[in-house]
């Protein structure tokens, strides 16, 4: 059974930088693909970066330059390095995952995966 767990969030303020990560297990030897996405209330589930299990990422343009997505394939473990952070990036990250079967560039769509951690807050305030 595969698991994610997420850590790492935080309240910051505007300017400052925050990294998440987050644990994946039940995968074993199988290819995977893994995402960031997040939640602000009253929005719509937005992806924000992706990485295929060749370490090929993907970003939405509100993060590009800002954002850098990473992986530790020892360990299992996803990055999110959050860095020039807005008060518009509060929301509740997500980590998701599912076997590798799609192009990087639809990784950001959250019907493309099956598993979801429990989720993590990030608020910035100006």
């Known amino acids: 059974q595969v698991q994610l767990v997420e850590s790492g969030g935080g309240s910051v303020q505007a300017g400052g930088s925050l990294r998440l990560s987050c644990a994946a297990s039940g995968y074993g030897n199988s290819r995977y693909a893994m995402a960031w996405f997040r939640q602000a209330p009253g929005k719509e589930r937005e992806g924000v970066a992706a990485?295929?299990?060749?370490?090929?990422?993907t970003y939405a343009d509100s993060v590009k330059g800002r954002f850098t997505i990473s992986k530790d394939n020892a360990k299992n473990i996803l990055y999110l390095q959050l860095n020039s952070l807005k008060p518009e990036d509060t929301a509740v990250y997500y980590c998701a995952s599912g076997p590798e079967r799609w192009p990087t560039w639809l990784l950001l769509w959250a019907s493309n995966h099956d598993y979801w951690g429990q989720g993590t807050q990030v608020t910035v305030s100006s």
């Open positions: 990485s295929d299990s060749d370490g090929r990422t």
